[in-house]
Structures are given as structure tokens and as C-alpha cells.
């Protein structure tokens, strides 16, 4: 796929999700480039006369929502989002579980997600694997105290941290203040009990596996989009050992 049948797959899946979008909702805003196509098209809502309030997952989605005259709020004022749009780095084919964070937003992206009745993905077809973790590491996100201990931790965990650094050589400091390990991981181990490791480990903040929270994944590709649906049966892990 070049770079324009890309942006035309963005395209098509931003679109198809935003036809979920009803007057008078409270969103999510997600994150990085497929999510921004979306809220550009939200943007086009507002002037036709929605009444959208918009929750932003980062610094640049709020900057881009109040550029297109979106009501920008947050979850403080609505604590409970109708739906929230977002992008995601691999989507398990059949769990529909995610891998988030490469594009550095994670957190804030994991609380609006669960503030939402609805989590939505847009994608195109090359974030779609079999298997989480085919196509790279899992961000996660830890305190910036100490961060070398937790990478030690982490390790005896049998994870594979590397700090993550700007073009500059700095640190990478994420919305919250935090840094980024990307954690490189065997992709046949259970990712619920990893986890649950990962939640127990201290100097950990988040991490980028959303297991179980996806309601729609919108596909685009050159053509056109696929929706795939999560089945509302409660989530029992994406796989064991
Ligand atoms: C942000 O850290 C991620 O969770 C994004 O959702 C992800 O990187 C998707 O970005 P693109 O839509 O730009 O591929």
C-alpha cells in the first residue's frame, strides 16, 4: 500500500466510524494520525450543526479539536463518554484485543477508553495480526523516578525493556509526565496474566495491551472499510500458554 491508498484506508475507517456519531454526544478524541482524520470529520459534524462535546486523549487532539470548533471538555465535567474513536498500533484478529501506545499516548487513551460506553478503532489492514506482539513491542508506560529498577524488575519478568528516547537523544516524556519502556515479549504467552504482572509491578504506570475493551474495529483499505465486531460474551483472555 503507498502512502496515499494509506491515507485513503485512514480515511475510510475515520469515516465509517464517525457514522456512529449521533447529535448531542460526549466523545473520546484518540490519538496520532488515523484518530485525527476522525475528528477532522467530527470537525465537518460541527459546522453541519452537531452538538459534539469532545474528551481529548492527548495535547495534540485537543489542540486539533479546538482548531475545528469542537467543544473540547473532560472527563472531570463528563465522567461518562458515549463513545470514544481511537487508533491502535495491532488488532487481534478474532479477540479484537489491542496493542496501544506506540505513537507514545497511552494512558490518558487507556482512561478514556474505559470512561466509554463504546471503544471504537480505526485502523488499516496492516495493524491487523493474529497474534499480539507480531509487529513490535508493548509500550509501557512508568514513573520517571527510579525508572532504571523498574526496568530491573521488568527484566526478571522476562520482559525486554528499552527506554524510549526523541530523534534528540532525551528521554521521551509522555502527556502525564511519564517515560516509555517498549517491552519486547514472547507473543504465545498469556497476555492477561502479563497483565496483571505488569499492573503488580511497581514503577509501572499503564501498559499498552487493551484486552477486552474494543466494541468495533473499523478496517479501512484502498477500496473501502470492514467493521469487525467483539461478540458481547464477557472477555476471557485473548489466549492462554
Ligand atoms: C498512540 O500512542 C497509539 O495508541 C495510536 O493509537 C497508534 O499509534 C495509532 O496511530 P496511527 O493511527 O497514526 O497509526
Redesign the pocket.
Known amino acids: 500500500m503507498d502512502l496515499t491508498e494509506a491515507n485513503h484506508a485512514?480515511r475510510f475507517a475515520a469515516e465509517s466510524a464517525v457514522g456512529r456519531v449521533k447529535d448531542g454526544m460526549v466523545i473520546g478524541l484518540?490519538?496520532?494520525?488515523?484518530?485525527?482524520i476522525a475528528i477532522h470529520i467530527i470537525g465537518e459534524k460541527v459546522k453541519d450543526g452537531f452538538q459534539i462535546v469532545g474528551v481529548p486523549t492527548?495535547h495534540e487532539s485537543e489542540k486539533l479539536a479546538r482548531s475545528l470548533g469542537i467543544q473540547v471538555s473532560t472527563l472531570a465535567e463528563h465522567p461518562q463518554l458515549d463513545l470514544t474513536i481511537?487508533?491502535?498500533?495491532e488488532v487481534e484478529l478474532g479477540s479484537l484485543d489491542l496493542i496501544?501506545?506506540?505513537?507514545?499516548?497511552?494512558l490518558r487513551?487507556k482512561i478514556v477508553a474505559s470512561s466509554s460506553r463504546q471503544l471504537i478503532i480505526?485502523?488499516?489492514e496492516s495493524?491487523i495480526v493474529d497474534r499480539l506482539g507480531s509487529h513490535g513491542e508493548l509500550?509501557v508506560e512508568v514513573v520517571p523516578f527510579a525508572w532504571q529498577s523498574t526496568v530491573l524488575r521488568l527484566e526478571k519478568q522476562r520482559w525486554k525493556p528499552v527506554l524510549r528516547v526523541t530523534a534528540e537523544g532525551s528521554s521521551y516524556i509522555t502527556d502525564g509526565g511519564h517515560y516509555i519502556l517498549d517491552c519486547s515479549f514472547d507473543s504465545n504467552s498469556s497476555l492477561q496474566s502479563r497483565a496483571v504482572e505488569l499492573h503488580d509491578t511497581v514503577g509501572v504506570v499503564e501498559h499498552?495491551m487493551f484486552l477486552g475493551m474494543a466494541n468495533e474495529v473499523h478496517i479501512g483499505n484502498a477500496k473501502g472499510v470492514r467493521v469487525l465486531q467483539r461478540s458481547t460474551t464477557p472477555h476471557q483472555g485473548s489466549r492462554s500458554t
Open positions: 485512514k484518540g490519538s496520532r494520525s488515523t484518530a485525527e492527548s481511537d487508533g491502535a498500533d496501544k501506545g506506540r505513537g507514545g499516548a497511552l487513551e480505526v485502523v488499516d495493524k509500550p499498552g
